[in-house]
Nanobody
């Protein structure tokens, strides 16, 4: 079992920044890949970013490349999502997830455990 707890969401103006955190517990953190997804009202949950077990490889959806940075601290058992140059279309509930399958980093069904989500609202 893996427990995930997100924090750091909030309301920010367009062009601003936020850093999301996701604290993990229950299994050896460095043994699984981590991802961030988001879901806006009326939309499917979509992939945002993922990071390998060591942190050496990262993946991003095209719409956030150059603006968002995913990182992890395997001592603190935490994964981060630094979000810069935020846009109103980034408004969503953001979820972190743990991947123990290593099948696909950007598919929702490839992840085994999920946090409860944190709301990010970007005003124009």
């Amino acid at each position: 079992q893996v427990q995930l707890v997100e924090s750091g969401g909030g309301l920010v103006q367009a062009g601003g920044s936020l850093r999301l955190s996701c604290a993990a517990s229950g299994r050896t953190f460095s043994s699984y890949r981590m991802g961030w997804f988001r879901q806006a009202p009326g939309n499917e949950r979509e992939f945002v970013a993922a990071i390998s077990r060591s942190g050496g490889t990262t993946y991003y959806t095209d719409s956030v490349k150059g603006r968002f940075t995913i990182s992890r601290d395997n001592v603190k058992n935490t994964v981060y999502l630094q979000m810069n140059s935020l846009k109103p279309e980034d408004t969503a509930v953001y979820y972190c997830a743990a991947d123990l399958q290593f099948v696909s980093h950007n598919v929702r069904t490839g992840y085994d455990y999920w946090g409860q989500g944190t709301q990010v609202t970007v005003s124009s």
